[in-house]
T-cell receptor, first 109, second 117 residues
Framework: GQNIDQPTEMTATEGAIVQINCTYQ??????LFWYQQHAGEAPTFLSYNVLDGLEEKGRFSSFLSRSKGYSYLLLKELQMKDSASYLCAAWDSNYQLIWGAGTKLIIKP | GAGVSQSPRYKVAKRGQDVALRCDPISGHVSLFWYQQALGQGPEFLTYFQNEAQLDKSGLPSDRFFAERPEGSVSTLKIQRTQKEDSAVYLC???????????????FGPGTRLTVL
């Protein structure tokens, strides 16, 4: 079966760094997305990885290891507005997005 | 338009009623997706359109769910004889390319929150 696993909830302090992990098992693989979703709002795109390695975009970075079926999202210099759910989604061989349940990130002052 | 829009934003239906949810994708976007998102869960794929063609409807949970995109732009998701378990947020997303294009970001609408009483 197809499966995406990520922690349900994480807590971090304003100004700190947090890493949100995601493991995936899909029928084929055509890339991995990270989306941010604030409560009651639509998911918004953060990053896309299809090759192994780290992609950096400002305060956010995303890493992929295809051989391990593993990705992480790294958030630096955390701000209160980063409090949201972070969704990991993998593209399977049919180019269907398989989504994780999301990681709720709570930022404390 | 500037982004994906959906209407209504909120819909309350009595069990057994039919509902129609509308999605206006970003102008010119080829691909359109419908997802169902239960509270505290990630989106679950329902169906995919490439222009007016419905290429994948494998995620539709039952034959009570029907989607169309007759002119390749606006799409409607219809749910017949709604049941309590249909209560969820229905998200629409569009993208400029086809799923097999590299780096094919999906842009999401705000969703329609459906509550079936």
């Amino acid at each position: 079966g197809q499966n995406i696993d990520q922690p349900t909830e994480m807590t971090a302090t304003e100004g700190a760094i947090v890493q949100i992990n995601c493991t995936y098992q899909t029928s084929g693989f055509n890339g991995l997305f990270w989306y941010q979703q604030h409560a009651g709002e639509a998911p918004t795109f953060l990053s896309y990885n299809v090759l192994d390695g780290l992609e950096e975009k400002g305060r956010f970075s995303s890493f992929l290891s295809r051989s391990k079926g593993y990705s992480y999202l790294l958030l630096k210099e955390l701000q209160m507005k980063d409090s949201a759910s972070y969704l990991c989604a993998a593209w399977d061989s049919n180019y269907q997005l398989i989504w994780g349940a999301g990681t709720k990130l709570i930022i404390k002052p | 338009g500037a982004g994906v829009s959906q209407s209504p934003r909120y819909k309350v239906a009595k069990r057994g009623q039919d509902v129609a949810l509308r999605c206006d994708p970003i102008s010119g976007h080829v691909s359109l997706f419908w997802y169902q998102q239960a509270l505290g869960q990630g989106p679950e794929f329902l169906t995919y359109f490439q222009n007016e063609a419905q290429l994948d409807k494998s995620g539709l949970p039952s034959d009570r769910f029907f989607a169309e995109r007759p002119e390749g732009s606006v799409s409607t998701l219809k749910i017949q004889r709604t049941q309590k378990e249909d209560s969820a947020v229905y998200l629409c997303a569009s993208s400029s390319g086809t799923p097999s294009d590299p780096y094919n970001e999906q842009f999401f609408g705000p969703g329609t929150r459906l509550t079936v009483l």
